[in-house]
């Protein structure tokens, strides 16, 4: 219910409040406690600051000046760049800015004002004493940190896009946006990207401070669920999965899918469910933060349950967010006309959603992707449950034909990994396709494969056949990409390449004849894939885990050759590559993680991974 008056925060910052209770739209958009007090308090100064002040003033200055030497007078007056007052912007944090008494110290008294103590209070408020103690290892300056916030959004946003890029970069500009969101996102773009100027040691001491501090465990309930910590969290699981997996990281994205469902944005489409905020006074643009939120989070569920091969937490049929509809990079949401459009509950209508998509045209990529990944997460399903599902013919059969109607609503040309340069398509745009056409790519290659023991050896041989071909249609893709955008692209792809190495080897091995030309065909793809990974393991810890795995995969096998059947057997026994059982096997062999060529606090030790009793070592 409304308030007569405005919050404390929107009277300390002098701004219209909504009065919304218990938090106004402003303090629950920059995710801050929401605090409405019942005493009234008179403008002006309180009786005897001024005099006081004026005392403390004359003392400090007298203590000031008998400190004072030759030398120190000559510094006095400091250069632009070195006066903290120069740029207190790039230390200032919402929270600080509360931090103003202003209301007590004469904002309405202009016969008091003075602009020396003015300028001393804001600089006492505004810079701490040592930034780098809040967050250690944070060591960077104003211009340094800003070029580090634009070359996220350049080039690291594209992959987990959360923030409408111009409206973050001004309320950066304003000395407005959240401290500990801000550090996050600009230690994150320093580890992808490696800038000269901040030491890799310091960059790593951050980011495992912020891991370790920031969660909804160390939290204000408040601001529990505020979007500014869901973003910040988000980031946090975005990098912690694909730099440190197993259990740790698994569990950030279990607990922020489950916290979506705490605040409804799995339902923003439905006003009776969705409570993150107030739809009285939530802009558009508002709305389109949770939305594309909500959608980061569903990619994160869907990639960490299918590489540990594990239920989702979001359920598709509960879903009734729309897809995006405005870009990162638009001004506003006057120029919404489209309809909304959301995920089918069957599988066999994606291929409408993704028509709807083209025809709208708007956000094409990344909301193919959204479909792409549903598809994917279909197909998890199936390698999830293995041989022993029920009614597991009839769900394979039912993917094939939602795949089949999926790449036949596509626009013309778009499995085509070659880019579009006639059309003006960017390299950015390619490289999102490139990751739509892999998730389509494997989908199809899960369900090629003969998942019953009933198959006979026909069925197996041509599913078999028509993996190969898959295989071969990811190298193609691979063939087109260009390394230099890997930061833009979510690194997850890299579990479908490790996947293509792992059976293009098991087509080495079951091929009768070893001089078959189609065995340097399959080496030359193998290289291929490798070198992928490798250029991905040069930003992220977990692509070189990958192909550690492959390694041993090829030790342990030697040069053995491979009949059908032991094939057929092999992938009968198949687990999601972070799997525990998976990771069990490969903490047994007589190979120490330090042979991955990666630094030593970069992943953790594979014994460490899992930490769950889920799985009996002994099988």
Same mark, same amino acid.
């Given at each position: 219910?409304?308030t007569?008056?405005?919050?404390?925060?929107?009277?300390?910052r002098?701004?219209?409040c909504?009065?919304?209770?218990?938090?106004?739209?402003?303090?629950?958009?920059a $995710?801050?406690?929401?605090t409405?007090?019942?005493?009234r308090?008179?403008?002006?100064?309180?009786?005897g600051?001024?005099?006081r002040?004026?005392?403390?003033a004359?003392?400090?200055?007298a203590?000031?000046?008998?400190?004072?030497?030759?030398g120190?007078?000559?510094?006095?007056?400091l250069p632009?760049?070195?006066?903290?007052?120069?740029?207190y912007?790039?230390?200032?944090?919402?929270?600080?800015?509360?931090?103003?008494?202003?209301?007590?110290?004469?904002?309405y008294?202009?016969?008091?004002?003075?602009?020396?103590?003015?300028?001393?209070?804001? /600089?006492?408020a505004?810079?701490p004493?040592n930034?780098?103690?809040?967050?250690?290892?944070?060591?960077?300056?104003?211009?340094?940190?800003?070029?580090?916030?634009?070359?996220?959004?350049?080039?690291?946003?594209p992959?987990i896009?959360?923030?409408?890029t111009g409206?973050?970069?001004?309320?950066?500009?304003?000395g407005?946006?959240?401290?500990?969101?801000?550090?996050?996102?600009?230690?994150?773009a320093?580890?992808v990207?490696g800038?000269?100027?901040?030491?890799?040691?310091?960059?790593?001491l951050?980011?495992?401070?912020?891991?370790?501090?920031m969660?909804?465990?160390?939290?204000?309930?408040?601001?529990?669920?505020?979007?500014?910590l869901?973003?910040?969290?988000c980031?946090l699981?975005?990098?912690?999965?694909?730099?440190?997996? $197993?259990?740790?990281?698994?569990?950030?994205?279990?607990?922020?899918?489950?916290?979506?469902?705490?605040?409804?944005?799995?339902?923003?489409?439905?006003?009776r469910?969705?409570?993150?905020?107030?739809?009285?006074?939530?802009? $558009?643009?508002?709305?389109?933060?949770w939305?594309?939120?909500?959608?980061?989070?569903?990619?994160?569920?869907?990639?960490?349950?299918?590489?540990v091969?594990?239920?989702?937490?979001?359920?598709?049929?509960?879903i009734n967010?729309?897809?995006?509809?405005?870009?990162?990079?638009?001004?506003?949401?006057s120029?919404?006309?489209?309809?909304?459009l959301?995920l089918?509950?069957?599988? $066999?209508?994606?291929?409408?959603?993704?028509?709807?998509?083209?025809?709208?045209?708007?956000?094409?990529?990344?909301n193919?992707?959204?479909?792409?990944?549903?598809?994917l997460?279909?197909?998890?399903?199936?390698?999830?449950?293995g041989?022993?599902?029920k009614?597991?013919?009839?769900?394979?059969?039912?993917?094939?034909?939602?795949?089949?109607?999926?790449?036949?609503?596509?626009?013309?040309?778009?499995?085509?990994?070659?880019?579009?340069?006639? /059309?003006?398509?960017?390299?950015?745009?390619?490289?999102m396709?490139?990751?739509?056409?892999?998730?389509?790519?494997?989908?199809?290659?899960?369900?090629?494969?003969?998942h019953?023991?009933? /198959?006979?050896?026909?069925?197996?041989?041509?599913?078999?056949?028509?993996?190969?071909?898959?295989?071969?249609?990811?190298?193609?893709?691979?063939?087109?990409?260009?390394?230099?955008?890997?930061?833009?692209?979510?690194?997850?792809?890299?579990f479908?390449?490790f996947?293509?190495?792992c059976?293009?080897?098991?087509?080495?091995?079951s091929?009768?004849?070893?001089?078959?030309p189609l065995?340097?065909?399959?080496?030359?793809?193998?290289?291929?894939?490798?070198?992928?990974l490798?250029?991905?393991?040069?930003i992220?810890?977990?692509?070189?885990?990958?192909?550690?795995?492959?390694?041993?995969?090829?030790?342990?096998?030697?040069?053995?050759?491979?009949?059908?059947?032991?094939?057929?057997r092999?992938?009968?026994?198949?687990?999601a590559?972070?799997?525990?059982?998976t990771?069990?096997?490969v903490?047994?062999s007589?190979?120490a993680?330090?042979d991955?060529?990666?630094?030593?606090?970069?992943?953790?030790?594979?014994?460490?991974?899992?930490?769950?009793?889920?799985?009996d070592?002994?099988l």
């Amino acid at each position: 219910m409304p308030t007569p008056r405005a919050c404390d925060r929107c009277i300390r910052r002098k701004i219209k409040c909504g009065l919304q209770q218990p938090d106004c739209a402003r303090c629950s958009e920059a $995710g801050l406690p929401c605090t409405y007090s019942t005493e009234r308090k008179k403008p002006g100064p309180r009786q005897g600051s001024r005099r006081r002040k004026l005392v403390a003033a004359s003392a400090s200055s007298a203590s000031i000046e008998a400190q004072s030497t030759p030398g120190d007078q000559d510094d006095a007056l400091l250069p632009l760049q070195q006066d903290p007052l120069a740029h207190y912007q790039e230390i200032v944090s919402p929270d600080m800015v509360d931090g103003f008494n202003l209301l007590q110290e004469g904002v309405y008294d202009f016969g008091n004002f003075n602009l020396q103590d003015t300028a001393c209070s804001l /600089a006492t408020a505004a810079v701490p004493s040592n930034t780098e103690n809040m967050y250690p290892g944070y060591s960077i300056g104003h211009q340094q940190e800003r070029e580090l916030l634009v070359h996220f959004f350049n080039e690291v946003h594209p992959a987990i896009p959360l923030f409408r890029t111009g409206h973050f970069l001004k309320t950066y500009d304003d000395g407005l946006a959240e401290r500990n969101l801000l550090v996050t996102i600009v230690t994150l773009a320093a580890k992808v990207l490696g800038p000269s100027f901040w030491k890799s040691e310091e960059v790593e001491l951050c980011m495992k401070y912020l891991l370790k501090t920031m969660s909804a465990e160390t939290t204000s309930p408040d601001i529990h669920n505020g979007l500014n910590l869901l973003r910040l969290e988000c980031l946090l699981a975005y990098y912690e999965f694909h730099q440190f997996p $197993g259990s740790s990281s698994w569990m950030r994205i279990s607990s922020l899918a489950r916290r979506a469902y705490t605040v409804g944005i799995y339902q923003i489409d439905n006003p009776r469910q969705f409570s993150a905020c107030d739809r009285v006074t939530a802009t $558009g643009e508002d709305i389109e933060d949770w939305r594309y939120l909500f959608w980061c989070i569903y990619c994160l569920d869907s990639y960490s349950n299918i590489s540990v091969g594990t239920p989702f937490v979001v359920e598709l049929e509960c879903i009734n967010t729309a897809l995006p509809r405005i870009s990162h990079d638009q001004a506003d949401s006057s120029s919404i006309s489209a309809s909304k459009l959301f995920l089918p509950d069957d599988i $066999g209508d994606l291929w409408k959603t993704a028509k709807g998509v083209v025809s709208a045209g708007i956000m094409i990529n990344y909301n193919i992707h959204l479909i792409t990944t549903t598809a994917l997460r279909h197909a998890g399903y199936i390698m999830r449950v293995g041989r022993m599902g029920k009614r597991l013919h009839t769900k394979i059969t039912a993917l094939k034909v939602a795949l089949v109607a999926l790449r036949l609503s596509l626009p013309s040309g778009y499995l085509n990994p070659a880019r579009n340069a006639l /059309a003006g398509e960017s390299c950015i745009d390619h490289h999102m396709r490139l990751a739509n056409i892999l998730h389509i790519h494997m989908a199809s290659l899960i369900v090629s494969i003969p998942h019953g023991d009933d /198959a006979n050896e026909t069925e197996f041989a041509q599913g078999w056949l028509d993996s190969l071909g898959l295989c071969q249609m990811i190298v193609s893709v691979v063939k087109q990409w260009d390394n230099q955008h890997s930061p833009r692209i979510d690194p997850a792809i890299c579990f479908i390449i490790f996947s293509a190495i792992c059976l293009l080897e098991l087509h080495r091995r079951s091929t009768a004849d070893p001089t078959d030309p189609l065995i340097s065909s399959l080496d030359q793809g193998q290289h291929l894939l490798l070198l992928f990974l490798e250029q991905f393991s040069n930003i992220w810890a977990l692509p070189g885990f990958l192909i550690q795995q492959f390694r041993r995969m090829q030790d342990r096998y030697g040069d053995t050759r491979l009949t059908y059947a032991e094939v057929n057997r092999l992938l009968s026994r198949f687990k999601a590559p972070l799997h525990p059982e998976t990771l069990e096997r490969v903490s047994r062999s007589s190979t120490a993680v330090s042979d991955m060529n990666l630094a030593a606090d970069t992943i953790l030790p594979l014994d460490d991974l899992w930490s769950f009793g889920l799985y009996d070592p002994g099988l």
